[in-house]
């Protein structure tokens, strides 16, 4: 499909922009309108090429906006490159819940994206439907397993739980010493690395300036609206600004005087290789994983750290997760350390993400605070984006997810990661 021609994905047909312009729409001038396309200011900059930026460049792109997207550094090099790409499955139920419905929403796009990715820029990007076994090893770990296999079955999710000598039936490399093994068969992965450059390939092909090593550094606001984004290179005129700029999102946006905490959390991984593939499965112990790639690797992950902006990977970090790794299953001990990592994940005040208008500025947008599940989210969270910016309902109901909302307890986690 030709990138002039807008795509649209699980929404129905975008309208017009000139039968039914969205309030955010910037009013190009006539002078604008006869300058080269290069040159010409966009309808939409997104501050922050992570996973959650690049999507919603990709999906504003297909409904015919015209985007730039700031980073300052290299695109998705942050967060969005470091995890382990797991998808979790979505409810077969309407849920209550807001979590739920945005992790539903994304499993109902990943498969859809991922092809249409791969058609548009050849790059598979390693989408597959692997499921997972979450495990236990002693009592206490069980009875949480058994708590969440209850919020899976109110959701209407496939699980079995698996009898000590039926492991080996789902994973022959787990630990026989385990308590207890939860197989879940909708679990899914995708390789990060591959997804962002599908994602920003797409983007590119579609017209998406990309601009790597450019800083956001401020906003021009005046009248309750963004006029501009600055940069070092100037300022960029704009209709519409969506800022999703990870753990650095409160420093940008506090001098306008919007408060969004996205704390850092450091997450470290360890990558493994094999000859051949030692599992077949995600393993899911607590907090911590196994992602067996089809290669023979097997990223470890991660651990979750008050460190800041640090984001060095420590010999005690990779330790510990190669602790685990071994517990999890023996035969690693075989296998080649490859590499080590971390990353900075956004956090927020009640662990949701933060998706929604910023208060107070008519054209401002903020999608950030995702913690460990911003490549898990990202595809609903750019449509509900491109459905505020075109004016439409929003595919998944954001009020849990408003810059502005009260705080309220944690939700409790179906999948935790």
């Known amino acids: 499909m030709p990138p002039s021609e807008p795509l649209l994905i699980g929404s129905s047909a975008a309208p017009s922009r000139s039968a039914r ?15 080269p ?4 200011h966009p309808d939409v900059v997104v501050v922050g090429g992570g996973v959650i ?53 994304s499993a109902q796009l990943y498969p859809v994206w991922s092809e249409q990715l791969r058609e548009e820029t050849g790059i598979d990007n390693g989408y597959r439907r692997c499921g997972s076994v979450d495990v236990a090893f002693d009592a206490k770990e ?14 209407g999710i496939a699980f079995e739980r698996l ?40 983007c590119d092909r579609r017209g998406v300036r990309l ?7 401020g906003f021009e606001v005046s009248g309750g609206r963004v006029l501009a984004v600055r940069t070092p290179e100037g300022p960029i005129p704009c209709g519409a600004a969506v800022v999703s700029a990870g753990p650095w999102t409160e420093t940008l946006l506090g001098p306008i005087g919007v408060r969004v905490p996205t704390p850092p959390v450091k997450g470290q991984i360890v990558l493994l290789r094999s000859d051949r593939p030692a599992l077949r499965r995600i393993v899911e112990w607590g907090h911590h994983y196994l992602v067996p790639r089809d290669d023979g690797r097997v990223l470890v992950g991660a651990t979750e750290e008050d460190a800041g902006f640090d984001t060095r990977p ?42 929604g ?61």
């Open 53 to 105: 930026g690049l999507s919603i460049a990709y999906q504003l792109a297909r409904e015919g906006s015209r985007v730039s997207v700031l980073d300052r550094r290299e695109l998705g090099r942050e967060a969005s490159w470091a995890g382990a790409g797991i998808i979790a499955p979505g409810s077969e139920i309407p849920q209550a819940l807001p979590m739920a419905r945005l992790r539903t929403r």
């Open 357 to 417: 208008p910023a208060p107070g500025i008519e054209n401002l947008l903020i999608a950030t605070g995702h913690r460990r599940s911003g490549l898990q989210l990202s595809p609903a969270t750019a449509e509900v984006i491109a459905d505020l910016l075109l004016d439409r309902r929003p595919a998944v109901d954001l009020a849990d997810f408003r810059p502005d909302r009260p705080s309220s307890p944690t939700e409790e986690e179906t999948f935790r990661s």
């Open 211 to 217: 601009r790597p090593g450019v800083p956001c550094l």
């Open 37 to 40: 396309e290069h040159r010409a």
């Open 142 to 155: 069980d009875h949480d397993l058994r708590a969440n296999a209850g919020r899976w079955r109110a959701e």
């Open 163 to 202: 009898e000590p000598g039926d492991f080996s039936r789902v994973e022959p490399a787990l630990n026989p010493e385990l308590r207890a093994a939860y197989f879940v068969p909708d679990r899914a992965q995708v390789r990060n690395p591959r997804h962002l450059k599908a994602l920003a390939v797409a």
């Open 21 to 35: 312009p969205g309030r955010f729409w910037y009013d190009r001038t006539a002078e604008e309108v006869r300058m």
């Open 314 to 355: 420590t010999a005690s970090g990779a330790r510990d997760l190669l602790d685990l790794a071994l517990r999890l299953c023996p035969v690693l001990a075989e296998a080649a350390l490859e590499a080590s990592w971390a990353g900075l994940r956004p956090g927020s005040v009640d662990s949701r993400p933060v998706i």
